[in-house]
C-alpha cells in the first residue's frame, strides 16, 4: 500500500523523502527457538503501529494451540491471534489464523482451516497436506494486506529446525512464498541467545537467511549494558543489524495465557480458594485469568502428582481437546477421589465444555471422534450423558446466569449434545434456550460458555455469591491498558522506526 505523507511521517518519523511517500506491507517475527515471545512481540507491534495511526492486523499462517477464540465470522483461530486482533483494535477474523492445529493425542491433531474443522492427521501425514495449505494461507495473507496498511507476522517455533523446511508454511517457507522481510528474536532469559541467533544464520539455507533483515533480543533482565559485547558480537558475526534489547515485560502476567505452562495461579492465601484441575489435553484455559487476577480470590492450579487441597471452595474442571482421554488422566490422577471428599465437605464444582461433559453420567463417542469408539462412564456428579457428534458448535452467545441474574459475554466452542434430568436446571440461559444443568442447589454446575469470567458484573456477582471481595476493575480494561504498556515499553528499548520500515 501506499501510505500518505502524513500517515508516513507518522509511521515512520525518524525517515524523510522528497515526496514523503513511502509504501509498506508487512513484516515477520520469526523466533531462534520456541516460546522466545513471539506473541506478545507481534501485539506489542501491533499496539504501536496501531498508535501511530496505521490501520494494522495481526497474521499467523499456523499456529499449534488448543486455545482457541471464536471470530466474529463464525471459526475459530488461536488465542494470541485474538488478543494480537485487540491491540490492532480488530474484531479477530479466520484470516489472521488459516490454519490451526488442535493436538487430540501425542502423534496426531486436528486441522482446523479457515476456522473449520478439515480433517484429523498424525504428525508425519501432516507435511503431505501442507502443500494443499499454503494457498489457503497466502489467499488470508493477500485479504489482509489488500484491507490493512500493515500485517505483522508470527513465525511458529524456529526457522533454525531445517528439518521442518520441506514444504514448510509457517516460518520460511512463507516468508519466501510471500516475499515478507524477517525479524529473528532472541530469548536471553533461558541462556545461550548468542548461540541462538548466529547458529540460527548457521543451519539456514542461504535464501532463508537472506530474509532476515536483522535480529532483536527478549526478557532481558538486569543491567542491559551488560551485553554490549555480546550484542555487538552477534552483529559482527551474522552481518545482521540489531533492532535493539528488550528487558523482561513482567506485566504480560496481566494478558490471556497463550499456553498451558504459562498459567499461573494467585495463592494469596486468603479469600475465595479455587482449584483448577490441569489436564494433559486442557483446552481454553484463558477462561481463568480473569479469576486470577481478582485480589479476593487464591487460584491454585492443580498438577499431576497434585492432590485438591481440603480447604478449597470451588473446583474448576476446564475445557480439554480430548474429554474421555483426559476423564481417565483425572481418575489416574485420583483426583475422583478428591472430588468426590471435597463435594462431601460441601465443595462446590464447576464444570467448563469438556469438563462439564465429565461430570455427567456417561460420554459416549459412536464414531470414535476423539478416539477409539466407545463409552466412557462419567464422574456422575450431574444428571447428564454427552454424545460426540462432527458437528462443532462454534459460536458467541450472550446468556443470562440462572443463580445470579448476570448478563454473560461467551463463547461456545465444543462438539458433542449434552441431555439428561439436571438439563431442567439451566446454569443459563441463551435467549429462550437452556444452557448447562445444575443439581438441585447448584453446588455442582457445567456449562459449554467459554469467556464467562471475562463478564464483569457475571463474574463479581458469581464470586459474592461464594462471600469473596470481588473486584471493580474490568478485565477488558485492564488487558488494554497492558497492551498500551507493552507498547510503550518496547518503544522506548527497541528502534521501532527502523523495524517498521523494513517491511514492504
Known sequence: RVLSPRSCRRAYPALSGPSGVCTMT??????????VGKSLLVAGLCRAARRRGLSVAPFKPQNMSNNAAVTVDGG?????????????GLEPVTDMNPILLKPESEIGAQVVVHGRRL??????DYADLKPRLLPRVLESFGRLKAAHDLVIVEGAGSPAEVNLRAGDIANMGFAR???????????????????????????????DADMIAGFLINKFRGDV???????????????????????????AARLPAEDALDIRGRSAGQGLKIACLTFERIANFDDLDPLAQEPGVS????????????????????????????????????????????????????????????????IHDPEG???????????????????MSRDKSLERVAARHVFTGQEVSGYEIHIGQSDGPDRARPFAHVGDRPEGASTLYGEIQGTYLHGLFASDTFRR????????????????????????????????HLDLDAILATAR
Open 225 to 251: 549494558s551488560l551485553f554490549d559485547d555480546g550484542y555487538r558480537l552477534i552483529e559482527a558475526r551474522t552481518g545482521w543489524r540489531g533492532f535493539g534489547v528488550l528487558p523482561f515485560f513482567a506485566d
Open 177 to 207: 512464498a510471500a516475499d515478507v522481510p524477517v525479524i529473528l528474536a532472541g530469548d536471553i532469559d533461558r541462556g545461550g541467545v548468542i548461540a541462538q541467533i548466529v547458529g540460527t544464520q548457521a543451519v539456514l539455507d542461504p535464501g
Open 299 to 362: 487460584l491454585t492450579m492443580i498438577r499431576a502428582g497434585q492432590a485438591i487441597p481440603g480447604d478449597t471452595d470451588l473446583v474448576i474442571l476446564p475445557g480439554t481437546k480430548s474429554t474421555r482421554a483426559d476423564l481417565a488422566y483425572l481418575r489416574s490422577e485420583g483426583w475422583d477421589v478428591d472430588l468426590a471428599a471435597h463435594i462431601r465437605r460441601g465443595g462446590h464444582v464447576l464444570g467448563l465444555c469438556g469438563g462439564y461433559q465429565m461430570l455427567g453420567t456417561a
Open 119 to 124: 480433517t484429523t492427521v498424525k504428525a508425519r
Open 369 to 387: 471422534i476423539e478416539g477409539p469408539p466407545g463409552s466412557t462412564e462419567g464422574l456422575g456428579l450431574l444428571g447428564i450423558e454427552t454424545v
Open 461 to 492: 456477582a458469581y464470586l459474592e455469591g461464594f462471600g469473596a471481595v470481588a473486584g471493580a476493575a474490568s478485565y477488558g480494561a485492564g488487558v488494554d491498558a497492558v497492551l498500551d504498556d507493552l507498547a510503550e515499553h518496547m518503544a522506548r
Open 76 to 88: 475459530e483461530i488461536g488465542r494470541a491471534q485474538a488478543l494480537q486482533a485487540q491491540a490492532a
Open 26 to 35: 508487512a513484516l515477520m517475527i520469526q523466533g531462534a527457538g520456541s516460546n
